[in-house]
């Protein structure tokens, strides 16, 4: 029998065992209590997902109800069945800096507060199921639940979700954050529905403060990713589009159809009477997507590839949507502002990379004249929207180069380092008129597709999640209004800059016109016509500030190989062009058939394709934009005979064939490589029409025999045209030498036949046979005499 003593010791070592194993299994088997979900997308470890469907006003006004209601929905993403699913609405103090409008999105949630206590959502919530949630709470109360919201500003919320996994504990299994922006308290007992409004319902309110407004300038971006497929020189008719995603696009309903009618309708007569939001917008439009556009409305055709680059092609569905969208646009910019996009959006840094003049000059003057052409307007001058990208050194210098101008663009700004929105001239010719990077980040998230601009620094980025949707839109009216809500910051001026290529739904567009012209009807802010933007930061006079210029990440940075592709193929292109004439029977210029090309060249650099992908869909572009340009140099060639020529004299002309396969004429030079012995008068330049052309090269040879001759095409620059072509010729010439011998004979022989005659006339014997043998002179008189002798 075992001993007691000994018994115990055995427990205590198996007690200690269990729980080594308990502390080493738990936590692997085991979600932690109440960790922070997850803040990205991804659906790692993910148990549930909170979908916000309403935020009811999504704008607090001094008119509107004194309660907020939240509405969404709870979804079972897992793997398991997630029980006792309970959630409650927090609330945090109000932003009090620009930063923190991206801040209190991300990163640890203590500064929140709960507003009420917890209520369960679901007893029981198995996989894919769902369970809606509404939380309706007072902005200010003393004897219930409230927000505590008592002053206008910018506060965060916060939807706390928990529950019980299968086989885990009770923990935080999501959480969803979002702004809710007070332009003014209401009164406690306000009645939003009330047609009226009484003494009392005026108590109590706390309207905003009004003494600064900020002068306010939005830019409504009509733009879209390049369409065009790329290495088909102008005048190809129909034109080809790598994809017919456009035609949906500007159909109703589409995105281009959703932000041209936001526009119309939030600048027509009834709904701004006063123009206010007219001035204070000004369509900022791509001239690439009215190229694009404009070509549709006279048929057009898709690539069947998946990537949009082969030859083949089907009819496109888009041609009367894209006759109705420009018809529309045309007449709304005939009656507001608009100013160009640099041409496709093309990144300016890695344009001036680079370095061709011609190239920068297109893409940001001749860019705002397509614009001018295609819409019949005069569109603003002097301004350059950066877009997406940071105002860096190369950017100051790719401007500078053009002329004056003011460079908007995104101020530096980290989590740590607010930004310094006061315009400034980085060099003696640009001026930066900068927009808050936390307000262009809240903005570019809003609607169906968020992005992340390029100019953003990674601190304030926030992570974007599935089913956010109105939370995004929530944070960009948040990010909105914050300026105006806080009459301490400086300056008093506020440019908002959406991304370019924006994608918004009807909802989000119409709410963010609504805030903006509420913000300019309230006195929160005034409308700052762009034109006087742009002469008011003309105005500013040196010195130079080299601190206001950016850098740029490495993860948006074009890649130097594809920079050195497009400086390449830019240069032969130029070449080509300088060589070209215009076709008189079709009128097609030289310049304006080779313009798609070098359009290609832009859209390659387009910022409008996310970062992840940007060189390789630059690098297929520009394959095949080199693959156009070296058939372009090949189409014009000299035709070989395949035989030899044979000269008749020596001064005989060497026959040629010239061929053009492009569609404007071409000026050329024909480079005859001759032996010793044949000289070859140059006949200058010569237009080559499209078709054959032959031609005849006078030469002169000095020698009879075959020879080879090479022949080459140069365009008037000397760029190699086609390939060289070897000609066998043969020479039935005899050479100066011989041609004084013949010479010399022949007079010899005329002499001595001349001086016979004369002699036969004279009948006297010709002293040249004076030499001959006697016999050979008495053989005719022996011949005589013996006729004469007989009978």
């Known amino acids: ?58 704008v607090v006004t001094t008119a509107s109800s004194p309660t907020v209601t939240v509405t969404g929905t709870v979804s079972n993403v897992g793997d398991r069945t997630v029980r006792d699913v309970i959630a409650r609405l927090e609330h ?90 007070v332009l003014g308290v209401p009164s406690e007992t306000a009645d939003a529905d009330a047609p009226t409004v009484s003494a009392l319902d005026l108590e109590g309110v706390v309207p905003p403060d009004t003494r600064k407004p900020v002068a306010m300038t939005m830019l409504w971006p009509l733009a879209d990713r390049p369409r065009l497929a790329p290495g088909v020189p102008g005048g190809t008719s129909p034109v080809r589009l790598m994809d017919d995603e456009l035609a949906t696009s500007l159909a109703p309903g589409g995105r281009l159809d959703t932000l041209l009618g936001a526009a119309e309708f939030a600048t027509s007569g ?151 929105l ?53 944070d960009a009216l948040g990010a909105m209004l914050w300026r105006s809500l806080d009459p301490q910051t400086e300056p008093r001026r506020q440019i908002l800059m959406p991304p370019l290529k924006w994608n918004l739904g009807p909802d989000d567009a119409q709410a963010i016109l609504t805030t903006l012209a509420t913000t300019i009807r309230s006195g929160l802010a005034t409308a700052a016509p762009l034109p006087a933007v742009i002469a008011e930061a003309a105005a500013t006079p040196p010195p130079v ?74 690098a297929q572009r520009l394959a095949v934009v080199g693959g156009t340009i070296d058939d372009l140099f090949g189409a014009v060639t000299i035709v070989n005979p395949g035989g030899s020529y044979t000269l ?45 052309l032959p031609i005849h090269i006078p030469v002169e040879v000095h020698f009879s025999q075959r020879v080879a001759v090479d022949v080459a095409l140069r365009t008037a620059d000397g760029l190699p045209l086609g390939e060289p072509v070897r000609l066998s010729v043969h020479s039935n010439a005899y050479g100066k030498v011989l041609f004084f011998i013949t010479l010399a004979a022949a007079a010899v022989l005329i002499t001595l036949t001349a001086r016979r005659l004369w002699h036969r006339f004279r009948g006297q014997p010709d002293p040249a046979d004076l030499d001959r043998p006697e016999s050979s002179r008495s053989e005719p008189a022996e011949q005589n005499l013996h006729d004469e002798r007989t009978p």
């Open 545 to 618: 500030d080299e601190d206001a210029i950016s850098s740029i990440g490495a993860q948006t940075r074009f890649a130097d190989d594809v920079v050195n592709t497009i400086a390449g193929q830019v240069g032969r292109l130029w070449g080509l062009t300088a060589a070209l004439t215009t076709n008189e029977q079709t009128g097609l210029t030289g310049v304006q058939y080779t313009a798609p090309l070098r359009e290609d060249m832009l859209r390659a650099l387009s910022q409008a394709e996310p970062p992840a992908v940007r060189n390789q869909l630059a």
């Open 270 to 420: 009834p709904v701004d009477p006063g123009g206010e939001v007219g001035r204070a917008l000004c369509l900022a439009v791509d001239p690439d997507l009215l190229v694009t556009v404009n070509a549709m409305t006279g048929g057009y055709v898709v690539a069947d590839a998946a990537d949009g680059l082969g030859a083949a092609s089907h009819p496109g569905t888009g041609q009367a949507a894209a006759v109705g969208w420009l018809e529309r646009l045309r007449a709304l910019a005939a009656r507001m502002c608009v100013v160009a996009t640099p041409y496709a959006q093309a990144d300016l840094d890695a344009l001036q990379r680079v370095n061709d003049r011609g190239l920068n000059h297109f893409d940001t003057v001749v860019a705002a004249d397509l614009v001018d052409q295609l819409l019949g307007v005069q569109s603003m001058r002097g301004a350059t929207l950066v877009g997406d990208g940071p105002l860096t050194r190369r950017v100051v210098d790719l401007l500078g180069a053009q002329g004056n101008t003011v460079a908007i663009a995104a101020a530096d700004a980290t989590a740590g380092d607010p930004a310094d």
């Open 1 to 58: 029998m075992t001993p007691p003593r000994r018994r115990r010791h055995a427990a205590a070592r198996i007690a200690t065992l269990l729980a080594i194993l308990t502390m080493l299994l738990v936590p692997a088997a085991l979600p932690q209590a109440f960790a922070e979900p997850p803040d990205d997308d991804s659906g790692a470890d993910a148990f549930v997902v909170i979908t916000l469907d309403s935020v009811d006003p999504n």
């Open 92 to 181: 945090a103090p109000a932003v009090g800096t620009a930063e923190a409008l991206r801040t209190s999105l991300t990163g640890g949630t203590a500064q929140f507060a709960a507003v009420g206590e917890f209520v369960t959502l679901a007893e029981k919530l198995d996989r894919g199921q769902e369970v809606p949630f509404r939380f309706s709470y007072p902005l200010r109360s003393d004897s219930e639940p409230a927000l505590n919201v008592t002053e206008p500003g910018v506060y965060p919320l916060l939807v706390n979700v928990n529950g019980t996994p299968d086989y885990g504990a009770p923990a935080r299994l999501d959480y969803a954050r979002f702004l809710l922006p």
């Open 422 to 474: 006061a315009v400034r001239r980085v060099s003696e010719r640009v001026v930066a008129a900068p927009f808050d990077p936390a307000v262009g980040a809240a903005l570019a998230a809003a609607g169906q597709a968020p992005v992340a601009p390029n100019y953003l620094d990674d601190s304030l980025a926030v992570p974007q999640r599935d089913g956010a949707q109105v939370a995004r839109r929530q």
């Open 648 to 692: 008749a004299t020596e001064r005989s002309p060497l026959p040629l064939a010239l061929r053009n396969d492009l569609a404007v004429p071409i000026r050329v030079r024909l480079l005859v490589d001759a032996p010793p012995g044949m000289t070859v008068t140059d006949i200058g330049e010569q237009e080559l029409p499209p078709g054959f």
